[in-house]
């Protein structure tokens, strides 16, 4: 602060002496004065926030603005006095970005087994823009894989207290599960046939008091398959709509900030949908048909609690407990979970790969995190989960995973390293064990995610 204060006071000075030199003697005098009263209390009055004030006077222009920053900047008096490298001011930076701040992030994500199982990789590119045209329409543009999905969010229509959404979904070749990377997991996809669907979402929400929110959410889908390789006497899934009525209750005191998510707070989502298809019916290998008429119309449902305490900005436990389930489920619809990237918003189970878990009706997921600084560059995440399956789906070709219950136990480790430029890299190593009924070898996974936002 000292140093700040003689600075500028030299620099007043200096433009005393400029501004003098032009006058008079008597008039120097009287104009040095009044100068440097004007000077003075502006001085004094100058805000911290503003450190490079633009100081005229009256009738003369004293100094340039780019002659005062260059000046500045070739001291560098704030750093020093202030104690903070350029390390520290990418890192504040970093972490006080918000989504409003950054409106286009790319992200290149690759899961990897450390057995035969097959990997996993994606870039993963988003845009959005708010208040376009100045009003309260905000735009946004998400690619994953062979998905993209164009979201329109009208805020404060038609009420103050409403929002209104609207979706366009494109999902091709493997749309009957996360449809996640390029490469991998070609044992878990369909190989018989492509699936491929177009969405259209419109959601109503309204925001109600006590930080409590209801939606509701009408999904028009069309599904459309391609024949691959499958035998003469094949029955393909029939094209079919797929009209999805949706209603979520809320309640949201959750907050996420900076890019490690640091989470406070609580929140609280459900949602349960009864879907209605145009057609369906019994498809598969004779005499082992997948399931027909039955699936025609369907129930998902889902709840999820999240909740988060951090500690001096730094020390940060975030649990995540969800259940999900259905009735009359099929391959496009039934419930999935299991994968290794854990910082996209996935049902995570460390050590196992996207969507490992596919034959299922219902299950519970419990997700434990705690993540904290070693250092300004360095965070370390520490993860541990359960997942219970209470049901499996009925299948017409018994798999190995016949038991009608599981218990999965997973625990991972991971760091978040900011490279010079302020680029984040997160390294993941998860480890997961199939417990109950049957106990089977260990699987681990390692994960590596880099990105960018601007």
Request: charged fraction near 25%.
């Amino acid at each position: 602060m000292y140093r700040r204060m003689i600075d500028r006071f030299t620099y007043l000075k200096v433009m005393n002496i400029r501004i003098g030199s032009r006058s008079s003697k008597v008039k120097r005098k009287g104009k040095s004065i009044s100068i440097i009263i004007k000077a003075l209390f502006i001085f004094t009055t100058a805000q911290i926030h503003a450190p490079f004030p633009v100081i005229s006077i009256e009738g003369e222009s004293i100094i340039e603005r780019e002659e005062w920053d260059n000046d500045i900047a070739e001291k560098e008096i704030f750093p020093r006095e202030m104690g903070i490298s350029q390390d520290e001011v990418e890192i504040n930076q970093l972490k006080e970005k918000s989504p409003k701040d950054i409106n286009t992030i790319i992200l290149l994500i690759g899961e990897m087994p450390t057995d035969d199982r097959n990997s996993n990789f994606a870039p993963v590119f988003k845009t959005e823009q708010e208040d376009i045209f100045n009003t309260n329409i905000d735009l946004s543009l998400l690619w994953v894989g062979y998905k993209l999905t164009a979201r329109c969010i009208q805020r404060k229509f038609p009420w103050r207290n409403t929002t209104l959404s609207e979706t366009v979904i494109g999902s091709f070749l493997y749309a009957s599960g996360t449809n996640f990377g390029f490469a991998g997991g070609i044992l878990q996809k369909e190989k018989r046939f492509y699936t491929n669907y177009i969405s259209e979402i419109i959601s109503l929400k309204c925001s109600l008091p006590w930080s409590t929110s209801f939606a509701f959410s009408l999904d028009s889908r069309q599904y459309f398959f391609i024949k691959r390789d499958t035998g003469s006497d094949f029955i393909m899934p029939k094209n079919h709509i797929n009209i999805f009525p949706r209603i979520d209750f809320g309640f949201d005191r959750l907050t996420e900030k900076g890019v490690d998510q640091l989470t406070e707070g609580i929140k609280l989502t459900s949602w349960i949908g009864y879907g209605i298809r145009s057609r369906w019916g019994r498809w598969g290998e004779p005499p082992d048909y997948e399931i027909g008429g039955e699936a025609k119309t369907f129930i998902i449902y889902s709840s999820i609690l999240t909740s988060g305490l951090l500690l001096n900005n730094n020390h940060n436990v975030v649990l995540r407990l969800r259940y999900k389930g259905g009735v009359d489920n099929d391959f496009l619809t039934r419930p999935r979970f299991g994968s290794t990237i854990d910082n996209v918003k996935l049902d995570v189970v460390h050590g196992f790969t996207l969507d490992e878990f596919r034959f299922v009706e219902e299950f519970g997921l419990m997700n434990l995190k705690y993540s904290f600084n070693l250092h300004k560059r360095l965070r370390v995440n520490l993860f541990f989960d359960y997942a219970h399956i209470f049901s499996r789906a009925e299948l017409s070709q018994p798999c190995e995973d016949e038991d009608q219950t599981e218990d999965v136990l997973a625990f991972g480790y991971g760091l978040r390293i900011l490279s010079w430029g302020g680029l984040p890299i997160w390294l993941t190593h998860g480890i997961g064990k199939r417990l109950y009924p049957r106990k089977r070898p260990v699987e681990q996974a390692i994960m590596a995610m880099t990105a960018a936002g601007w």
